[in-house]
């Protein structure tokens, strides 16, 4: 396993309490952790441009001097674990998605393990999108049709794999729609930005999209709604997936595929608090940061990604 990332950090003001203080990476915290984090440090996937292996360090680096209050809630006190990232060096995307699951399945053990791990929820960073799959696969074994996976992106990801082709960053979720998932969700979806035959496979199995434009037209509680009311009445878990392109070019260009017409970053944020704070969330991700699509000396996509880290860390 690769090194640890280094959360320490000494607020230069006393008086402040820092994320990166919440967080441990020694296996003796783990059985009290209320989070466990991962890292997917992994791009081979991408159709576009690359980038994303460096996103679980760039977030964790943005995530680590935030300030660790919220108005709303007030002071984070969050117990979080870091299992560090999955090892991925020489590894294609077939194995790739295979060393992704097992660290998936072994924090998905760990969030259940020990007591009051009952309630204890999984986060992952990315990572390209195609990594949602594996991650989210284990869910969906154990739960089957009382599993609702809500995708945050600007697209719909559910692309066929083509024979005697390796998956890639858009087919996540059209390969759980054919193992049998049952409620699927995107938020934040552009105009010009799929093909009219993935947005028939998406009616076609049921699942339900909310566009950027409907978003801003809804407001974002009119949207959250729209999304509960939605969901099947066997719902027992639902599972957060954040592409971070959801949001609009001007919020993160460092991603493969900037667009305009997306999502705000504080439309962002209130959406995921809203879902996080509902206690059928037990895990999600955030896929998609390329720290070096940034213009240079810029790290705005990277301090919106650890924003969303936060906000689902204060509301779970």
Not at 63 to 90: I, Q
Not at 98 to 115: D, F, Q, V, Y
Not at 256 to 266: I, K, R
């Given at each position: 396993?690769?090194?640890?990332?280094?959360?320490?950090?000494?607020p230069?003001?006393p008086?402040?309490?820092?994320?990166?203080?919440?967080?441990?990476?020694?296996?003796?915290?783990?059985?009290?952790?209320e989070?466990?984090?991962?890292?997917?440090?992994?791009?081979?996937?991408?159709?576009?441009?690359?980038?994303?292996?460096?996103?679980?360090?760039?977030?964790?680096?943005?995530?680590?001097?935030?300030?660790?209050?919220h108005?709303?809630?007030?002071?984070?006190?969050?117990?979080?674990?870091?299992?560090?990232?999955?090892?991925?060096?020489?590894?294609?995307?077939?194995?790739?998605?295979?060393?992704?699951?097992?660290?998936?399945?072994?924090?998905?053990?760990?969030?259940?393990?020990?007591?009051?791990?009952?309630?204890?929820?999984?986060?992952?960073?990315?990572?390209?999108?195609?990594?949602?799959?594996p991650?989210?696969?284990?869910?969906?074994?154990?739960?089957?049709?009382?599993?609702?996976?809500?995708?945050?992106?600007?697209?719909?990801?559910?692309?066929?794999?083509?024979?005697?082709?390796?998956?890639?960053?858009?087919?996540?979720?059209?390969?759980?729609?054919?193992?049998?998932?049952?409620?699927?969700?995107?938020?934040?979806?552009?105009?010009?930005?799929?093909?009219?035959?993935?947005?028939?496979?998406?009616?076609?199995?049921?699942?339900?999209?909310?566009?950027?434009?409907?978003?801003?037209?809804?407001?974002?509680?009119?949207?959250?709604?729209?999304?509960?009311?939605?969901?099947?009445?066997?719902c027992?878990t639902?599972?957060?997936?954040?592409?971070?392109?959801?949001?609009?070019?001007?919020?993160?260009?460092?991603?493969?595929?900037?667009?305009?017409?997306?999502?705000?970053?504080?439309?962002?944020?209130?959406?995921?608090?809203?879902?996080?704070?509902?206690?059928?969330?037990?895990?999600?991700?955030?896929?998609?940061?390329?720290?070096?699509?940034?213009?240079?000396?810029?790290?705005?996509t990277?301090?919106?990604?650890?924003?969303?880290?936060?906000?689902?860390?204060?509301?779970?």
């Amino acid at each position: 396993m690769p090194k640890p990332f280094d959360w320490s950090v000494t607020p230069a003001d006393p008086n402040d309490r820092l994320l990166g203080q919440l967080v441990s990476t020694s296996e003796l915290n783990a059985e009290r952790s209320e989070v466990f984090l991962y890292g997917l440090p992994f791009d081979g996937a991408v159709i576009g441009r690359k980038g994303a292996a460096g996103g679980p360090a760039a977030l964790r680096t943005a995530a680590r001097t935030l300030k660790a209050y919220h108005y709303a809630s007030g002071e984070l006190r969050r117990r979080v674990y870091d299992m560090g990232d999955a090892e991925f060096e020489g590894a294609h995307v077939a194995e790739a998605h295979a060393r992704a699951e097992a660290i998936a399945r072994k924090a998905h053990t760990l969030s259940k393990r020990g007591e009051g791990h009952e309630h204890a929820r999984v986060l992952a960073l990315g990572g390209d999108h195609s990594l949602a799959y594996p991650c989210i696969l284990p869910y969906l074994e154990e739960l089957k049709d009382r599993l609702a996976v809500i995708n945050f992106d600007a697209h719909l990801d559910v692309r066929m794999v083509r024979a005697n082709e390796e998956q890639n960053s858009g087919t996540a979720f059209g390969r759980l729609l054919d193992k049998g998932l049952a409620s699927y969700t995107v938020i934040g979806a552009r105009d010009f930005q799929t093909s009219p035959a993935y947005a028939r496979r998406v009616e076609d199995g049921g699942a339900k999209v909310l566009t950027a434009r409907e978003v801003f037209a809804l407001g974002v509680e009119g949207a959250a709604r729209e999304v509960f009311n939605a969901l099947p009445p066997k719902c027992h878990t639902i599972y957060l997936s954040i592409d971070v392109d959801v949001a609009d070019a001007s919020v993160a260009p460092g991603v493969s595929a900037p667009t305009p017409g997306g999502l705000l970053a504080h439309q962002v944020f209130d959406l995921l608090r809203i879902f996080a704070s509902d206690p059928r969330v037990s895990a999600g991700g955030i896929f998609e940061l390329a720290p070096n699509l940034e213009e240079p000396g810029n790290d705005r996509t990277a301090r919106f990604a650890a924003g969303c880290l936060a906000e689902m860390l204060a509301a779970m």
